[in-house]
């Protein structure tokens, strides 16, 4: 896969986003990321795999321990592919402000005559 | 799956970015979209129900072919998810950007002591 692909594909389930969101708050080791979840210690660990695979997280060697640590430039990636398609919400946006700016505009007009 | 995880899941494919890519620039049948892709017509197909799946497409009838049209509603909710995570590559250009800063200061300062 390509590295877009590994990232969205990382970040395509729940307890890798919670893992995510956990290291956004600071390191953490493989055992204090597994606390919060019901899981096996392998289900836990093969999450792990596919977030370093896709270059979300690297580990670090602390003693006996292993750290995680958030890396943002795959973020940064799905965040930028997104961003081309920004203009299609923020139109709909503009869209739906221009249709009620319309629509406060011929209530005014209306009174007005009234 | 949940709604993001539906639509980071149908995000990890590069066909199916493609697909989304011819789409942002117009309703196309599925016999366009299949057209620059060397792949047969259930792979495709199989790729456009990942897609409507996760609600990144809608298809409408048009007679007898089914146009597909792009729908913003998941991009925005993912591109919102991945925002939260924005300040750890802006901090690190911040960074980036102090330690430059730093750098050309320190020469400066050495270059005024020669």
């Not at 896969?1 to 995510?20: E, G, V």
């Not at 965040?79 to 709909?92: A, K, M, P, R």
């Given at each position: 896969?390509?590295?877009?692909?590994?990232?969205?594909?990382?970040?395509?389930?729940?307890?890798?986003?919670?893992?995510?969101l956990r290291l956004s708050k600071g390191e953490a080791t493989v055992g204090e990321?597994?606390?919060?979840?019901?899981?096996?210690?392998?289900?836990i660990t093969k999450h792990l795999k596919i977030l370093e695979r896709s270059g979300l997280i690297r580990k670090e060697k602390d003693g006996q321990l292993r750290r995680c640590?958030?890396?943002e430039k795959p973020l940064k990636?799905?965040?930028?592919?997104?961003?081309?398609?920004?203009?299609?919400?923020?139109?709909?946006?503009a869209q739906l402000d221009d249709t009620l700016k319309a629509m406060v505009g011929k209530d005014?007009?209306?009174e007005g005559a009234k």
């Open positions: 896969m390509d590295n877009l692909s590994d990232t969205f594909f990382a970040l395509s389930d729940p307890t890798r986003r919670a893992i995510l990321l597994a606390m919060p979840f019901e899981m096996s210690a392998p289900a640590i958030l890396q990636g799905a965040s930028e592919w997104l961003e081309h398609y920004s203009h299609f919400w923020e139109d709909s946006f005014h007009s209306e």
